[in-house]
């Protein structure tokens, strides 16, 4: 936390670490085997034409991964770096003064996502997958009045090391697949 002044105090929340290294590498372990085993098979698909497509998604990737969420004594905004394109994710700013309520609703997948909403009517996405995401929500409650004792996170931590395990395993396949198709070319 960084003091501008002597009554104002910004945070930056920035996606986990554990969540953006999790899904950088399942993209690689299910991208990076494709251009090997296209010149293997003599597929119509360039191995070229794959690794440029792997590496324009990777970007893509990556960009929607640099998410942030600022808040200081004004309000919460959700953006991302300036090289970002807009139209990778959509930036928001809401005064603290302008939320009404904090709602939950139910995912498809019977998780609990919750929604800023503003004085306006409109609702805001909590984001819910950054680094220091208790802290983060401590601050919502002590800027809002709402209480936020029971907001959790959508994903807890070890639903990604699993995930980041069976992701390591999918690797070594590929490596093993890799090195497979490259003794065959």
Same mark, same amino acid.
């Given at each position: 936390?960084?003091?501008? *002044?002597?009554?104002? *105090?910004?945070?930056?929340?920035?996606? *986990?670490?554990? @969540?953006? @290294?999790?899904?950088?590498?399942?993209?690689?372990?299910?991208?990076?085997?494709?251009?090997?085993?296209?010149?293997?098979?003599?597929?119509?698909?360039?191995?070229?034409?794959?690794?440029?497509?792997?590496?324009?998604?990777?970007?893509?990737?990556?960009?929607?991964?640099? %998410?942030?969420? @600022?808040?200081?004594? %004004?309000?919460? %905004?959700?953006?991302?770096?300036?090289?970002?394109?807009?139209?990778?994710?959509?930036?928001?700013?809401?005064?603290?003064?302008?939320?009404?309520?904090?709602?939950?609703?139910?995912?498809?997948?019977?998780? @609990?996502?919750?929604?800023?909403?503003? %004085?306006?009517?409109?609702?805001? !996405?909590?984001?819910?997958?950054?680094?220091?995401?208790?802290?983060?929500?401590?601050?919502?409650?002590?800027?809002?009045?709402?209480?936020?004792?029971?907001?959790?996170?959508?994903?807890?931590?070890?639903?990604?090391?699993?995930?980041?395990?069976?992701?390591?395993? !999918?690797?070594?396949?590929?490596?093993?697949?890799?090195?497979?198709? !490259?003794?065959?070319?």
């Amino acid at each position: 936390m960084t003091a501008n *002044s002597a009554n104002t *105090s910004t945070s930056v929340f920035r996606l *986990s670490p554990l @969540i953006r @290294i999790t899904l950088l590498s399942l993209y690689l372990a299910l991208t990076v085997p494709l251009p090997f085993l296209s010149q293997v098979t003599a597929a119509p698909i360039s191995p070229t034409f794959l690794w440029v497509g792997i590496s324009i998604g990777f970007v893509a990737l990556y960009a929607v991964l640099t %998410q942030r969420v @600022i808040v200081d004594d %004004q309000g919460i %905004q959700v953006n991302y770096p300036a090289w970002v394109p807009r139209f990778f994710g959509q930036s928001w700013f809401l005064a603290w003064t302008e939320i009404k309520a904090l709602k939950p609703r139910t995912t498809g997948q019977g998780g @609990i996502v919750y929604y800023f909403l503003s %004085q306006g009517g409109k609702a805001y !996405l909590l984001p819910m997958r950054v680094a220091g995401f208790a802290r983060f929500v401590n601050i919502v409650q002590a800027k809002t009045g709402i209480d936020t004792t029971d907001v959790r996170p959508l994903a807890q931590p070890w639903m990604y090391l699993i995930l980041l395990g069976f992701t390591l395993l !999918l690797l070594l396949v590929d490596a093993w697949t890799i090195s497979t198709a !490259l003794t065959i070319v």
